[in-house]
T-cell receptor, first 110, second 116 residues
Framework: SQQGEEDPQALSIQEGENATMNCSYK?????LQWYRQNSGRGLVHLIL?????REKHSGRLRVTLDTSKKSSSLLITASRAADTASYFC??????????FGPGTRLSVLP | EAGVAQSPRYKIIEKRQSVAFWCNPI?????LYWYQQILGQGPKLLIQ????????DSQLPKDRFSAERLKGVDSTLKIQPAKLEDSAVYLC??????????????FGDGTRLSIL
């Protein structure tokens, strides 16, 4: 069954605005990871947040994790045209394989 | 460090033909993954290796797909015979041993397979 589900499926914003994407999952996890994929390329790892962590930052990225709600969010601040890509969350649970969600397609308009 | 290398980048074959993909992971990465990504979807794990042993192949269609990782380094994924629904991008990823703390995966750019 699908573990991670991103929301929204697509998001279009202006350069300089913030972009927020959400991920919901169904079962307990060890950690949750966010990846970016540019068109025609492989996935690039952005942030890993462990189940005992609530928030992590990396540059313009901020990830939160709420294990009670089984949800995570990825915030990109001051977006740039180069942030245009698909963003995926992936859940990592002990004894289970990695499960990626269907992704959020972000378009940042100049 | 050099990234994950995959070849070929593109492959077009007719249904019922066979095809093979090659992956060279990042040096020192014991864990290797093969994913199938259908257009508009997230990657779906096909098989996971730890060194040259299979950890998880529960989603690999074993009647037509096979994979090996000889000597625990390079890996090949084969499809024989191919079906129309196999049209997808096949991604290879590698990481340090997964453990319980989790490790980020490093992806190659994939092989885009088109079945005619």
């Amino acid at each position: 069954s699908q573990q991670g589900e991103e929301d929204p499926q697509a998001l279009s914003i202006q350069e300089g605005e913030n972009a927020t994407m959400n991920c919901s999952y169904k079962t307990s996890i060890n950690n949750l990871q966010w990846y970016r994929q540019n068109s025609g390329r492989g996935l690039v790892h952005l942030i890993l947040i462990r189940s005992n962590e609530r928030e992590k930052h990396s540059g313009r990225l901020r990830v939160t994790l709420d294990t009670s709600k089984k949800s995570s969010s990825l915030l990109i601040t001051a977006s740039r045209a180069a942030d245009t890509a698909s963003y995926f969350c992936a859940t990592d649970a002990y004894g289970q394989n990695f499960v990626f969600g269907p992704g959020t397609r972000l378009s940042v308009l100049p | 460090e050099a990234g994950v290398a995959q070849s070929p980048r593109y492959k077009i074959i007719e249904k019922r033909q066979s095809v093979a993909f090659w992956c060279n992971p990042i040096s020192g990465h014991a864990t290797l993954y093969w994913y199938q990504q259908i257009l508009g979807q997230g990657p779906k794990l096909l098989i996971q290796f730890q060194n040259n042993g299979v950890v998880d192949d529960s989603q690999l269609p074993k009647d037509r797909f096979s994979a090996e990782r000889l000597k625990g380094v390079d890996s090949t994924l084969k499809i024989q015979p191919a079906k129309l629904e196999d049209s997808a991008v096949y991604l290879c990823a590698s990481s340090l041993p997964r453990g319980w703390v989790g490790q980020p995966q490093h992806f190659g750019d994939g092989t885009r397979l088109s079945i005619l």
